[in-house]
């Protein structure tokens, strides 16, 4: 497995030639040769009804051009996700043999590993565009992330992406899930509290003046 990306390890593959990324260009193909037919039904249908040649073609291409356009950025938004994995990640759609290892890459060109952490992307007031981030209470920075402003939900898309891909390279290399973590320390401090507010309550009832008047008439 190599890859001609710049800078990028020669044991690592950009998350668009990937195996589970392999649909997204089949919908682009499909979708390019589907903009063509329309283009030439389109035109067919504007001779028919006596239109000059050249303004039907002139739509047919308008059309045509349109829907290029619609296709190849939505597919853009997937194909320039800055996301690369090794073999052994589940995106490979193959056996692991090892650890599954997974990079970013940042503005600059840089390819960074995330951690042990989920992601998040902040405003960068200085920079502009955005800064990559651990999902801690810190917020530890990782690198400047994006120099454009969220183009139609892009970069949540490819924040979607990147954490779903941390998220299986963990459970490859069988690291616990922090959230997870999270959620279960959460439910032991409710059960915890409850069972704490429970037994004030038992407290409060027993040394309550009603029983305390009863108890005295015993």
Same mark, same amino acid.
Do not use: C
């Given at each position: ?85 090794? @073999? =052994? ?9 090892? !650890?599954?290892?997974?990079? %970013?890459?940042? &503005?600059? +060109? #840089? ?50 992406? @990147? =954490? ?9 290399? !069988?690291?616990?899930?922090? %959230?997870?973590? &999270?959620? +279960? #320390? ?30 005295g008439k015993e």
């Amino acid at each position: 497995m190599v890859d001609d990306e710049p800078g990028l390890p020669t044991d690592m593959l950009r998350f668009i030639k990937t195996p589970v990324a392999q649909p997204l260009i089949k919908g682009r193909n499909i979708g390019l040769a589907g903009s063509l037919v329309v283009a030439v039904v389109l035109f067919v249908v504007l001779r028919q009804f006596a239109l000059a040649p050249t303004l039907a073609a002139l739509l047919a291409i308008t059309t045509l051009l349109l829907n290029i356009a619609v296709v190849w950025l939505r597919f853009q938004s997937h194909a320039s996700t800055p996301l690369a994995v090794n @073999i =052994n990640h589940p995106f490979m759609d193959t056996e692991p043999m090892g !650890e599954a290892r997974i990079l %970013i890459q940042m &503005a600059d +060109g #840089r390819w960074v590993a995330p951690g042990n952490h989920r992601v998040r992307a902040v405003p960068d007031e200085l920079l502009g565009g955005f800064t990559l981030v651990q999902d801690t209470e810190d917020y530890p920075a990782l690198g400047h992330f994006s120099t454009a402003k969220d183009v139609a939900g892009t970069l949540a898309r490819h924040l979607a992406l @990147i =954490n779903q891909a941390i998220a299986l390279r963990d459970a490859v290399n !069988e690291v616990p899930d922090p %959230i997870e973590e &999270a959620r +279960g #320390r959460e439910e032991l401090d409710t059960g915890l509290l409850e069972r704490s507010w429970l037994e004030d309550e038992e407290a409060v009832e027993v040394e309550s003046p009603l029983v305390s008047f009863f108890r005295g008439k015993e």
